[in-house]
């Protein structure tokens, strides 16, 4: 029976889904086809029983197949299954051809398959004269175009020009063309859909006229393309025939190569020994064919020798009132570092023979050392460079490698050297104590002869096997901690210590730095947003803890963004001239709600005095903190028990300071019973940290004359300093920190090594003035200041009396050496 008229027999007909992703057939066009899921796979099977016919259908929507709903386009085409071949996987190919256009009313499950309800188009009027010739004429232009696309594509057999130009109808003309186009399937099952033939052939057409404008572009593409690489290859085969005829005249072909090349070296006043031998390695390249590997090796090496800067220098700025004006711009406080800054400009104006001076700055994290470097730069006139040595393990990243070696470079002085574009920058070595050594060698061995005033007049480069002269770089190193820098490296250096902040000093730098840049960089230029001091010292107090201002700009920037969303809700997002309307405050109430809940409070302080319990004052690479020491003496074996987490310094402390108190117990109205058989337990509270150092020597023999006689030492007090067998007391380092620290806590009198009085100095005049400071040179001295007068029942200790400084004056004192901390851990 005739498909079509078993077709419009009946409204609808039934006929096996064989559903695709991305294939569609039209009438009269064979097409290969793939059933790949189990429901097409079971269509297949179904129409093999009967006549073969299935309903060719572009997929919508793919659900799950037991469940979900398969949408499938709205028109498909019934096509017969010419053959078929079943693949290992269980998936079927087939060969279909496809026969009609039908509507698909709708969808249902069987068991194996889906079958769909088809019905035919409806046979359409006969068309009016004028739209008949508006159809013909369509159908001549879609011919016409057709006919161009084929000219350009190139790909189509005859048989489908043939087809178009037998075609009996529109609808026939649409099938052989649209299926002959290389569309999408989507864009295909637009050119099936249409009902109405004009409608269906104007879509046909603006695909053609759309593949033809493609085609042409690609040629046009593909013909500019071709004219590049024929100029090329020109060019080629002229320069070759150059080189000839140069060889007959007696010229050199490369000559015009290594002539640039020598007047850029030439320009740059090389040293005679540089240009000697760039001269020698030119005339070498000159004799070498230009595609040789050696070739490319001198003509890299020549280059780089050309683009150094072998004596372009930048004039300094020796105006010292600009220059200290640039450093307080950009920094606040640091002023070691600025008056050496200023002494070398002062030099400078005096001497031009000057070098510039190796400064290394040591300090904690956060505390500026790496835009200081730049500021000084910028301070000086000069163009800036830096080098990151953290995580450096090879010699060859500071001396370069030799040139025979594939993809040799200089080394990243040179190279920056090259980057400054003049002989004389600030360096900037940045994280100089994080360097390590391998098999590859040691970089800190490298950079002795680069920082070694005496030498690096003629720092030799691998790489370049000439000498470059350093002595006019100013070269400035940073690091955490001198710990990490072998000895003879360090000694080549200024050591210039760059202390932690101070909670006055972080609030200047906040107010006068961080607050106004975080506002400008969140948008909120035009509003009048206040910081109030007191919100300031809130995020400092308990929000970091830190000796830098790094986590403070977090914090800060935080509370910015914050603000920032609140003045979006309140419209003003997109209208920053109406953001000078908007003015708002932070206060250190306002500071909770921002940030939450605290991160840290202060040290723990017992509001009334206990025996057995003193203060004393710890350094940490954070910055100082109050350290608790608790002693206890019981019933017992003999011994002394030490915990929380003690360093072999700190506990050596413990023992010298009990020896000391058995060693003049009757000073302190005891006897020997009162050491028989009485343990000692010595405990520093928080116990995970590590604690080491010896400044903890007088808190240690504090707590234990209070422990052993029961008198609690006066209230208020912190101290630190270390103690000797004999009983003196000996300066230590981190004054400056650990007295921050006893000022953070409301601790109302330091008691400090007389050999420190001198430190004083470093101390912000507002610390200075708030505190009382008692300077001890025995343990005596120390003794007769913390416990209450005729506290042991005897005379007065034998000792001279302590020295106390009052509010707002500074002790003089002997000059001491200041011991420095000789671990990373937490410092007593």
């Known amino acids: 029976m005739n498909l079509l008229g078993a077709l419009t027999g009946a409204s609808q007909t039934e006929i096996p889904l064989v559903y695709m992703r991305d294939a569609i057939v039209f009438p009269k066009a064979v097409a290969p086809l793939s059933a790949a899921t189990k429901l097409a796979v079971g269509g297949v099977e179904e129409a093999m029983k009967a006549d073969k016919r299935i309903v060719v259908a572009l997929l919508k929507n793919l659900g799950d197949e037991l469940r979900a709903e398969i949408e499938v386009e709205d028109v498909g085409t019934v096509a017969r299954i010419v053959q078929q071949v079943r693949l290992p996987d269980g998936s079927i190919r087939l060969l279909v051809e496809g026969e009609a256009r039908v509507r698909i009313r709708k969808t249902a499950y069987r068991k194996e398959y889906i079958s769909a309800f088809v019905e035919p188009f409806a046979k359409p009027e006969a068309p009016t004269p004028e739209a008949q010739g508006e159809l013909e004429a369509t159908q001549k232009l879609l011919r016409r175009s057709f006919l161009q696309y084929a000219e350009l594509a190139k790909k189509l057999p005859p048989e489908t020009l043939s087809a178009a130009?037998?075609?009996?109808?529109?609808?026939?003309?649409?099938?052989?063309?649209?299926?002959?186009?290389?569309?999408?399937?989507?864009?295909k099952q637009e050119l099936l859909s249409p009902e109405g033939a004009l409608e269906r052939l104007v879509?046909?057409?603006?695909?053609?006229?759309?593949?033809?404008?493609?085609?042409?572009?690609?040629?046009?593409?593909?013909?500019?393309?071709?004219n590049r690489i024929d100029r090329n290859q020109r060019e080629y085969f002229l320069q070759e025939q150059l080189k000839e005829i140069n060889k007959e005249l007696g010229r050199d072909g490369e000559e015009s190569e290594t002539k640039e090349l020598e007047r850029a070296l030439l320009a740059k006043s090389p040293p005679k020994e540089v240009a000697d031998k760039a001269k020698r390695e030119l005339s070498r390249l000159g004799k070498l064919q230009p595609f040789s590997p050696e070739a490319g090796v001198l003509r890299v090496y020549c280059e780089w020798l050309a683009d150094l800067p072998w004596s372009a220098r930048s004039l300094d700025n020796k105006d010292i009132a600009r220059a200290r004006r640039v450093l307080d711009e950009d920094h606040y406080g640091m002023e070691k570092v600025k008056e050496r800054i200023l002494e070398f400009i002062a030099v400078r104006q005096l001497s031009e023979r000057a070098r510039g001076p190796i400064l290394c700055l040591v300090g904690p994290?956060?505390?500026?050392?790496?835009?200081?470097?730049?500021?000084?730069?910028?301070?000086?006139?000069?163009?800036?460079?830096?080098?990151?040595?953290?995580?450096v393990r090879d010699e060859a990243e500071i001396r370069g490698h030799r040139k025979t070696y594939v993809g040799a470079l200089p080394g990243k002085i040179i190279q920056s050297l090259k980057k400054a574009g003049n002989s004389n920058p600030v360096f900037l070595l940045d994280e100089i104590d994080k360097m390590s050594s391998d098999f590859r060698g040691d970089p800190a061995s490298a950079l002795l002869e680069v920082l070694d005033p005496e030498q690096n007049a003629s720092f030799t480069d691998h790489?370049?096997?000439?000498?470059?002269?350093?002595?006019?770089?100013?070269?400035?190193?940073?690091?955490?901690?001198?710990?990490?820098?072998?000895?003879?490296?360090?000694?080549?250096?200024?050591?210039?210590?760059?202390?932690?902040?101070?909670?006055?000093?972080?609030?200047e730098i906040a107010k006068k730095f961080i607050v106004p840049k975080q506002i400008a960089e969140n948008g909120l230029e035009g509003a009048e947003i206040k910081f109030r001091d007191a919100a300031i010292l809130e995020i400092v107090r308990h929000y970091t803890m830190e000796s830098g201002v790094r986590n403070l700009e977090r914090e800060i920037a935080r509370v910015v963004r914050k603000l920032a969303q609140e003045a979006v809700e309140k419209g003003f997002a997109g209208q920053p001239e109406r953001l000078a309307e908007w003015s708002t405050a932070v206060t250190d109430k306002r500071v909770s709600a921002l940030l939450g809940k605290r991160r840290r409070e202060d040290d723990v302080v017992f509001p009334e005095p206990k025996p057995g319990v003193a203060y004393g004052l710890a350094w940490t690479e954070a910055g100082g903190s109050l350290l608790p020491v608790e002693a206890s003496v019981f019933e017992g074996g003999e011994g002394l028990i030490l915990t929380g987490n003690l360093g072999d310094v700190m506990k050596e402390s413990a023992r010298a300071a009990l020896t000391y108190l058995?060693?003049?117990?009757?000073?302190?109205?005891?006897?020997?019973?009162?050491?028989?058989?009485?343990?000692?337990?010595?405990h520093v509270p928080e116990g995970a940290i590590p604690k080491d150092g010896p400044s903890a020597g007088v808190t240690l023999a504090a707590s234990l004359v209070s422990a052993f006689t029961g008198v609690p030492l006066e209230a208020g007090r912190a101290m630190t300093g270390e103690i000797t067998l004999t009983g003196r007391v000996l300066p230590v380092g981190g004054v400056k920190e650990k007295v921050l620290a006893a000022h953070r806590n409301k601790i109302a009198t330091v008691i400090l090594p007389k050999g420190n009085a001198k430190d004083l100095d470093e101390l912000p005049k507002e610390v200075r003035e708030a505190l009382s400071f008692i300077f001890a040179e025995t343990v005596d001295d120390l003794v007769a200041v913390l416990f209450p007068a005729d506290s042991f029942g005897k005379k007065p200790l034998k000792g001279t009396k302590a020295p106390r400084a009052k509010p707002g004056a500074e002790a003089a004192a002997k000059k001491s050496p200041v011991k420095k901390p000789a671990s990373?851990?937490?410092?007593t």
Do not use: W
């Open 165 to 187: 130009e037998r075609a009996p109808g529109p609808h026939e003309l649409c099938d052989v063309i649209a299926s002959a186009l290389p569309l999408k399937a989507d864009r």
């Open 203 to 226: 879509a046909v057409e603006a695909a053609v006229e759309g593949e033809i404008e493609l085609l042409n572009l690609q040629k046009k593409i593909g013909a500019r393309v071709k």
């Open 365 to 391: 994290p956060g505390t500026g050392k790496t835009s200081l470097g730049r500021s000084i730069a910028r301070a000086l006139d000069r163009s800036f460079v830096r080098v990151s040595l953290g995580g």
């Open 463 to 507: 790489y370049l096997e000439l000498p470059y002269d350093l002595s006019n770089v100013m070269f400035v190193t940073t690091a955490n901690s001198l710990h990490g820098i072998p000895h003879p490296l360090l000694d080549r250096m200024e050591v210039i210590e760059v202390p932690g902040y101070s909670e006055y000093e972080k609030l």
């Open 824 to 827: 990373k851990a937490t410092k």
């Open 662 to 682: 058995r060693s003049r117990a009757g000073d302190f109205g005891l006897g020997e019973p009162d050491f028989k058989r009485r343990a000692v337990h010595i």
